[in-house]
């Protein structure tokens, strides 16, 4: 009766604060409805003892509850989302432990490789379930907006490699290659002679294998490394989607060996995730909590403030900074989609828990960026301390190009 007593009282303060299409079933077969509309959206508290997770509904709580398989939730991940953060919203404060609190740890080579792992080495065939046939686990680039998403990722490339200015016979780095898209991309099209490099064992095997497929082995060559151990000098240099493992710490270590790596005329470019909090802070709610518990474990994301600053502090100079935050959320948005689509052969690869895990993430980061909770930047750059005569008077050459074909 006690707990009864306070999820009544829990319910008739939300009820007042939003409306949103949700039902809670209680174990004892009582529902509550939060909306006139129909819900689309139902969590379903099996006993008693299940419903301090709807009492304080953060979303690393409620996350975490859904995954654990404490309570059911019915819906699709879309609206899951939209539901839990308006409960949110309402019962809990952003201060605290679910404030955008900022949080570092400890990376070294082992522990970094291990993240890596857990994140990317479920299997090959499980990201297939939900990205683009060429696997491009990135924000993708939607330049008229309407672009199905393999045109949009073809179409983010090919605005990488043109901002970058390869030219035919260049060396080229890209670190955290993923499954080898860019490089070959800016082999077969470009003229470029390039190296990959990946932590991801599962990565590796397939990106050689597609580099074998696209018979580039005289011009591609795919590395299972850690960016610390590269030698050598390179005319370009990308990173895509991967620093945000390399901790807001060594930032400026991480660009000092992009410095170190790049030609003295050479052109870099860095595309990463970052936080919209000045502070480096998480996102609100208790979602970075969640994200490193359960998908990428050590992940820091920076304030581009902090970026700059460390870029500068590693001797490079920023030339073009571009915000596409909106292209992330419309990816994630597909990707969540084509998951769901994909369920039951999720389900048979991952297991019922990793499936939950992503069916909120997925969703989850997409209704991150469409709120401003998170960013995305490419960051074109090169060794600071040139002369001016280095750099292009506009970006009217990524466009001309664009509209050539090139």
């Known amino acids: 009766m006690f707990v009864q007593n306070r999820i009544n009282a829990w319910v008739d303060s939300v ?3 939003i409306s949103v299409p949700l039902r809670i079933e209680l174990w004892n077969g009582r529902n509550f409805d939060f909306s006139k509309e129909a819900p689309r959206v139902t969590i379903r508290v099996p006993n008693p003892s299940a419903a301090r997770y709807l009492l304080t509904p953060s979303l690393s709580s409620l996350g975490t509850a859904y995954v654990e398989g404490a309570i059911e939730v019915k819906g699709r991940a879309a609206d899951m989302i939209k539901v839990v953060n308006a409960l949110a919203r ?7 432990k679910l404030a955008r609190i900022v949080r ?3 990376h070294d080579r082992k522990k970094d490789a291990e993240a890596i792992r857990y994140h990317y080495d479920v299997s090959n065939e499980f990201y297939q379930q939900f990205l683009d046939p060429n696997m491009v686990y990135s924000c993708a680039y939607f330049e008229n907006g309407d672009e199905d998403l393999a045109t949009a990722q073809i179409k983010k490339i090919d605005h990488i490699l043109t901002k970058i200015r390869v030219q035919p016979g260049q060396t080229l780095l890209d670190i955290g290659c993923g499954w080898g898209a860019l490089v070959i991309r800016a082999a077969q099209k470009f003229g470029a002679r390039c190296v990959g490099i990946t932590l991801s064992e599962n990565q590796f095997a397939l990106a050689k294998e597609r580099v074998k497929a696209a018979g580039l082995e005289h011009m591609v060559e795919i590395r299972l490394q850690d960016y610390r151990d590269v030698t050598g000098t390179f005319d370009r240099i990308t990173s895509v989607g991967m620093f945000e493992h390399v901790g807001i710490r060594h930032l400026a270590e991480y660009f000092g060996i992009i410095h170190r790596l790049l030609a003295d005329e050479g052109v870099a470019m860095n595309h990463g995730i970052t936080s919209t909090d000045a502070e480096n802070g998480e ?10 518990k359960y998908v990428f474990p050590h992940g820091e994301l920076a304030h581009i403030g902090q970026v700059l600053k460390a870029m500068q502090q590693g001797q490079l100079e920023a030339y073009d900074i571009e915000n596409l935050r909106r292209h992330y959320a419309k990816t994630c948005g597909i990707w969540a989609e084509n998951f769901e689509q994909n369920e039951d052969k999720v389900r048979e690869l991952g297991g ?3 499936f939950r895990i992503w069916h909120v993430y997925l969703a989850g980061c997409a209704w991150a960026f ?4 998170i960013s995305l930047y490419q960051i074109v750059c090169g060794k600071a301390g040139r002369s001016a005569q280095a750099l292009p008077w506009s970006r009217e050459y990524i466009y001309a190009a664009a509209n050539a074909g090139v």
Do not use: H, L, M
């Not at 309402?90 to 605290?96: A, I, L, N, R, W």
């Not at 996102?283 to 490193?292: A, N, Q, R, V």
């Not at 469409?370 to 909770?373: P, T, Y």
């Open 15 to 17: 009820a007042t604060q």
């Open 104 to 106: 570092t740890f400890q």
């Open 370 to 373: 469409e709120q401003d909770w």
């Open 90 to 96: 309402s019962s809990v404060k952003t201060d605290g």
């Open 283 to 292: 996102t609100p709610y208790g979602g970075g909590e969640f994200i490193d």
């Open 352 to 354: 019922d828990k990793r």
